[in-house]
């Protein structure tokens, strides 16, 4: 916005996608700005600007266009936006529901479970983070502080802390809060079978395929 | 040739080179023997020479494959400055991120492997098992990835961050990362080591693009690669982590051999870099060797070999490391389907 130009809606919406998609931080803060000095609403400048720029960001590294810096860089931005967009909320965004995330117990690795996490909530997930290192206690106890948990979500890169998912499972069952919540796995030693094994409902290879593994657990498009 | 008409030692090398073998070596890969010698991966352990080299001892007679493999013990990261976890029977965590701008990467220490607890023990266990092994097997051993250190130092989100804004920082901790691990593998070299094993996770395309990698990596990757071969040993570099699109770029380390996960075809390997480097590896240590059985392995193992071309130019080995809790029966099912369905 050179000047005082008025700037449509739509170019507004466009900015804001263009800040996050190229990582831009002082063009994220310009356009959410403007998006509030015109009036929009922060709930349509979020998903119309911000989130269509983190879905981009998700298809590009999906095909391999992007890689990890490109992604991360591009979610600061988006947090960045976010963080000027908030404030102005008129209304909660209608969520398809909430994740409790967390990398399971002996696992310190969170950088996979963070970018999902990213990618989720640019889809309207609400999504509590565990953090790292987990115990299925931690999972057992969130869900009882919170109430309402419609997935939980585990992850794991190393063979000898993926059994920590099973304990997971088994500590809901056993809680009998294993039928309120749906379960989704991911990380590098993690398969299809043993999602299976294990007993959970979806298996994602990635954090694009996270979000549509969530969506459809929960039945929505 | 029939069955077993050499020694592990003499196997490995020929394949190396592309020669004629009596049957496709085996390496059972990298993880951590302790409890072979009822003992738990911990400090204790790391630190204690003969009980590490009567582990590695142990396993390579119990498994009965190609090589010694020394564990993932080394602990760079420790004589860079940084302060560590070590949790019961796992491996060692960093307990806080060491680098977070210029002025910490300037001040990283410079690490000695004379100096190093845990190096300095792997270094005697080294020339315990030189000592047994003679001419019959190679010694091989570890030393991390360049990125995969530099990672470990600065956080592997705040590195990939670097990456994109202040490349010039991740630049200053490889610097120091990549001279650290010639440092090392000359000590290697001294105390008789035949095989240096690196794997660089961090650089792979699972992190990051193939252009950053030959950018960013592959220059201090190199120096590695040639700081071990000047050290006497071969090198064995393992790009882990969807390794197709740097597969031409790869090859510029001059490895001596290109370890791959289970997301490449060992064939499709072995015919891009034969006679010029040996691959190996490619047998999935999840779905099969961790929980598969004994048969779903065999299988597996099978499958991998008879789509080979080329009966040499390349080793059976799990996919990536194995967690210390892995099978031994999947481990050991994978040694003997080599040896049944690589034979010349």
């Known amino acids: 916005m050179k000047g005082d130009m008025k700037m449509s809606k739509e170019a507004i919406f466009k900015q804001l996608s263009h800040a996050v998609f190229d990582g831009d931080d002082d063009l994220v803060v310009e356009a959410a700005e403007a998006a509030i000095k015109e009036g929009i609403d922060a709930t349509e400048a979020i998903i119309e600007g911000l989130a269509a720029g983190m879905t981009k960001v998700g298809e590009y590294y999906e095909k391999q266009k992007y890689f990890l810096p490109e992604v991360i860089i591009s979610a600061e931005t988006f947090k960045q936006g976010i963080k000027i967009l908030e404030p102005h909320l008129s209304k909660d965004i209608a969520s398809p529901g909430t994740v409790l995330m967390g990398t399971v117990i002996s696992d310190v690795h969170d950088i996979g479970k963070n970018i999902v996490i990213i990618m989720l909530s640019a889809s309207g997930f609400k999504v509590i983070d565990l953090g790292k290192d987990v115990p299925p206690e931690a999972f057992v106890n969130k869900i009882k502080e919170v109430g309402k948990v419609d997935i939980v979500a585990m992850s794991a890169l190393m063979t000898t802390s993926m059994m920590g998912m099973q304990d997971v499972v088994e500590a809901l069952k056993k809680e009998g809060l294993r039928d309120k919540v749906k379960i989704m796995v991911g990380g590098a030693p993690v398969s299809q079978r043993f999602t299976d094994d294990i007993g959970a409902d979806g298996y994602a290879g990635d954090a694009v395929e996270g979000v549509r593994v969530a969506k459809r657990l929960v039945g929505v498009q | ?344």
């Open chain 2, 1 to 344: 040739m029939s069955t077993e008409q050499m020694t592990c030692k003499e196997r490995v090398q020929a394949a190396v080179k592309y020669e004629d073998i009596d049957r496709l070596p085996v390496f059972k890969g990298y993880f951590s023997p302790a409890r072979l010698v009822d003992r738990k991966m911990n400090y204790s352990f790391f630190t204690d020479a003969e009980a590490i080299a009567e582990a590695c001892w142990q396993a390579w007679k119990y498994f009965d494959d190609d090589g010694i493999h020394l564990l993932d013990g080394g602990f760079m990261e420790e004589e860079f400055g940084a302060d560590s976890i070590w949790p019961e029977n796992n491996y060692p965590m960093i307990n806080h991120i060491l680098v977070t701008d210029h002025e910490a990467a300037d001040a990283l220490k410079e690490p000695d492997p004379y100096k190093d607890s845990v190096f300095t023990a792997i270094l005697k266990a080294t020339e315990i098992l030189r000592k047994k092994a003679g001419d019959e097997v190679m010694v091989c051993g570890f030393i991390n990835g360049t990125f995969n250190y530099a990672a470990r130092l600065m956080g592997t989100e705040n590195m990939m961050n670097y990456l994109a804004t202040d490349p010039e920082l991740v630049h200053k901790v490889c610097r120091k990362v990549a001279d650290a691990q010639v440092r090392y593998a000359k000590a290697y070299g001294e105390a008789g080591i035949e095989l240096i094993f690196m794997p660089d996770a961090t650089s792979a395309p699972a992190c990051i693009s193939p252009k950053t990698y030959g950018k960013m990596a592959l220059p201090y990757l190199k120096e590695a690669v040639k700081g071990f071969q000047d050290a006497g040993a071969l090198a064995m570099y393992h790009p882990c982590g969807g390794e197709y699109p740097i597969i031409d770029q790869i090859g510029q380390t001059k490895a001596d051999i290109y370890y791959f996960s289970e997301l490449v075809e060992l064939d499709v390997a072995q015919k891009i870099f034969v006679d010029r480097a040996a691959v190996a590896g490619t047998v999935n240590g999840s779905r099969e060797l961790f929980l598969g059985t004994p048969e779903i392995v065999d299988e597996h193992v099978k499958g991998i070999i008879d789509r080979l071309k080329y009966r040499t130019g390349a080793i059976i080995m799990p996919g990536c490391g194995l967690s210390p809790n892995c099978k031994y029966e999947n481990v050991k099912a994978m040694v003997d389907a080599t040896k049944e369905y690589g034979k010349n």
